[in-house]
């Protein structure tokens, strides 16, 4: 919950909560990309697919246990 605001009502303090949710993934990006290829034969149609589910999604890392925001897939290495 983060806090938006606090507003005098009445004889006491109104206080104006957001509430956001966020779920998160146990699979890896990898086991992804793998799914997406058994499931997609053409490449062009597989990086579609790819994109689609990945670029804009917060991925931890694994190394340093950080988050990073996805922007762009690149096509050019085999990830099996």
Known sequence: MTCRSMFPYENSV???MEMTNKIVR??????????????????????????????????ITMYNNRTVCTLIVLNNKEFL
Request: glycine fraction near 2%; charged fraction near 30%.
């Open 14 to 16: 109104l206080l104006n």
């Open 26 to 59: 146990t699979d890896s990006v990898l086991s992804l990309m793998r799914e997406k290829q058994a499931q997609f034969r053409d490449k062009n149609d597989l990086h579609r697919a790819i994109e689609a589910e990945v670029v804009g999604a917060t991925v």
